[in-house]
């Protein structure tokens, strides 16, 4: 990977903030945009901007060719079987809230038992909290390792012929863990429960093969790999999908509406009520283009090489507190003795260092580490080495202006 050319792609990062060139280290959070796809975007606006499916006027048929043409881009980029099984929703989080309330509330009963771990970004506990609440299930969790790691044999042992849902976040947005998401569907499968796959931090970062994994749903952004905001993607087995019912209703997922009765499309449409996300899936196509042209294997290779040099660097500093196991994604999660993370983002900003502060989505997590915040350092394919060195420098000049030396 030629870094200095991969950033020359960035816009917004040939920039300075607080006098000093800009350092972003924030892509857990959202990534930022190559121009390609701004360009895209840019252009759906001012050439074709239309509404899709309806009209058979030309700018009309584009605009669907688009939409529909990004939808085939997902299919390929995760490996689905077929476009069916790709809805286009408002994010990750959206996602999984459609599988918790459509297929959720609907096979899940009193007795039964969904599946989470400590480690769970909230979009991932909270939608399987509320199905607990009104179903009657029990809501249960898979411990962790010290490490911050998952054992094969707590699932075993946390899994049952009761458990009707298991899901899990492929890669920690906290530890930078990669959960064995393939091995834990075997065993939720072998149990006769559905596996769902929180791909939000891992989409972006690694080549994904959701048949492969054998996930039943598949939930993932796509502001976080270089697309829009405001799109997202749900994969689910298209058996699956057919016997789920819309959670939305309107216009575009319809066959026939009576006075008292109606019908809906077929997939992936009964899912996608109202006027779609257009520019965000075109957005998103572009974002996909781009990051195969530099192939997910080698943006995975750069950010694990970044992630370890990070670790040895940071663990040179004394007062250090690092979370999560030595092999990791791109991205270190930290705090210094006596300094709460909201001060040392601060400090670190006025150095020109975007970092993320705070319980990043993760309180069930933040109490497992006994913590109330932490501080993110998260890394992408246009991050390097001497951006680390940057980071290492700011955490420095951070504990002298704390006094802690």
């Given at each position: 990977m030629d870094i200095k050319d991969i950033r020359s792609h960035f816009p917004i990062l040939d920039?300075?903030?607080?006098?000093?060139?800009?350092?972003?280290?924030?892509?857990?959070?959202?990534?930022?945009?190559?121009?390609?796809?701004?360009?895209?975007?840019?252009?759906?606006?001012?050439?074709?901007?239309?509404?899709?499916?309806?009209?058979?006027?030309?700018?009309?048929?584009?605009a669907t060719d688009g939409y529909e043409g990004a939808r085939d881009k997902v299919k390929k980029f995760i490996g689905a079987k077929s476009t069916e099984e790709i809805i286009f929703t408002r994010g990750?989080?959206?996602?999984?809230?459609?599988?918790?309330?459509?297929?959720?509330?609907?096979?899940?009963?009193?007795?039964?038992?969904?599946?989470?771990?400590?480690?769970?970004?909230h979009a991932n506990v909270i939608p399987w909290q509320q199905v607990a609440k009104v179903t009657g299930a029990t809501l249960k969790y898979i411990p962790l390792q010290e490490d911050g790691t998952i054992s094969l044999q707590d699932v075993e042992e946390t899994v049952t012929e009761n458990t009707k849902i298991v899901s899990v976040m492929q890669v920690s947005n906290v530890l930078g863990t990669i959960n064995p998401v393939k091995e834990i569907a075997a065993i939720a499968h072998k149990y006769g429960a559905i596996m769902v796959v929180d791909g939000a931090q891992s989409t972006p970062?690694?080549?994904?093969?959701?048949?492969?994994?054998?996930?039943?749903?598949?939930?993932?952004?796509?502001?976080?790999?270089?697309?829009?905001?405001?799109?997202?993607?749900?994969?689910?087995?298209?058996?699956?999908?057919?016997?789920?019912?819309p959670v939305e209703f309107g216009g575009e997922m319809i066959d026939f509406v009576g006075l008292q009765e109606s019908t809906w499309k077929e997939l992936p449409w009964k899912f996608e009520a109202g006027t779609p996300i257009i520019a965000g899936a075109i957005g998103l196509g572009a974002a996909i283009d781009f990051l195969e042209q530099i192939g997910l294997d080698n943006i995975e290779k750069h950010e694990h090489k970044l992630?370890?040099?990070?670790?040895?660097?940071?663990?040179?500093?004394?007062?250090?507190?690092?979370?999560?196991?030595?092999?990791?994604?791109?991205?270190?999660?930290?705090?210094?003795?006596?300094?709460?993370?909201?001060?040392?983002?601060?400090?670190?900003?006025?150095?020109?260092?975007?970092?993320?502060?705070?319980?990043?989505?993760?309180?069930?997590?933040?109490?497992?580490?006994?913590?109330?915040?932490?501080?993110?350092?998260?890394?992408?394919l246009y991050n390097t080495e001497e951006e680390v060195d940057k980071l290492v420098a700011g955490l420095i000049k951070t504990k002298e202006y704390f006094g802690n030396v």
């Open positions: 920039q300075q903030v607080n006098g000093r060139d800009l350092v972003y280290l924030d892509s857990a959070a959202t990534s930022q945009k190559p121009q390609s796809v701004i360009d895209t975007i840019s252009t759906y606006y001012r050439e074709y901007n239309s509404n899709v499916h309806r009209g058979v006027h030309t700018l009309g048929t584009k990750a989080t959206t996602a999984l809230n459609i599988v918790a309330q459509s297929y959720g509330l609907t096979n899940v009963k009193a007795g039964d038992e969904i599946v989470i771990t400590y480690m769970e970004h970062h690694m080549k994904i093969d959701v048949q492969d994994i054998d996930c039943d749903f598949f939930a993932f952004s796509g502001h976080k790999m270089c697309g829009p905001t405001g799109i997202g993607v749900l994969y689910g087995k298209k058996a699956l999908l057919e016997n789920m019912e992630a370890q040099y990070a670790l040895e660097q940071l663990s040179k500093v004394d007062g250090m507190s690092i979370y999560g196991p030595q092999h990791r994604a791109g991205l270190v999660t930290f705090n210094i003795d006596d300094v709460h993370p909201h001060d040392v983002a601060t400090v670190l900003d006025a150095e020109g260092i975007a970092v993320r502060a705070g319980h990043h989505c993760a309180q069930p997590l933040m109490k497992w580490l006994k913590v109330s915040a932490t501080a993110r350092a998260s890394f992408y």
